[in-house]
């Protein structure tokens, strides 16, 4: 994986994605790709049901924005909005 000179993109296959919060706690980062990736699984299993099917699309963009991926640029952001950010998606995402 390449990043962009300023860190906050990596470069996958010529195409730029915003890089994950590098503030992140590791076990916070750990926690909401869990939830990332079983929201993921949840997106493919959904099959033909419209409401599974956007209520784990709803659960992606949750992790995607606690991870800093999604949302407002984490480099725009004090550390402590970082933090209610990342605290703020973990805690609904632990309620779903």
Known sequence: MQY???GHFVVIKGRRWRATD???PGTVEKRLTHHLMSARRAVAAAGDDEAARKAARARVQLAKTGLGE????WWEQTLAERRRRWNDCLHRLDER
């Open 4 to 6: 962009t000179e300023d």
């Open 22 to 24: 590098p503030r992140l």
């Open 70 to 73: 999604r949302g407002p640029a």
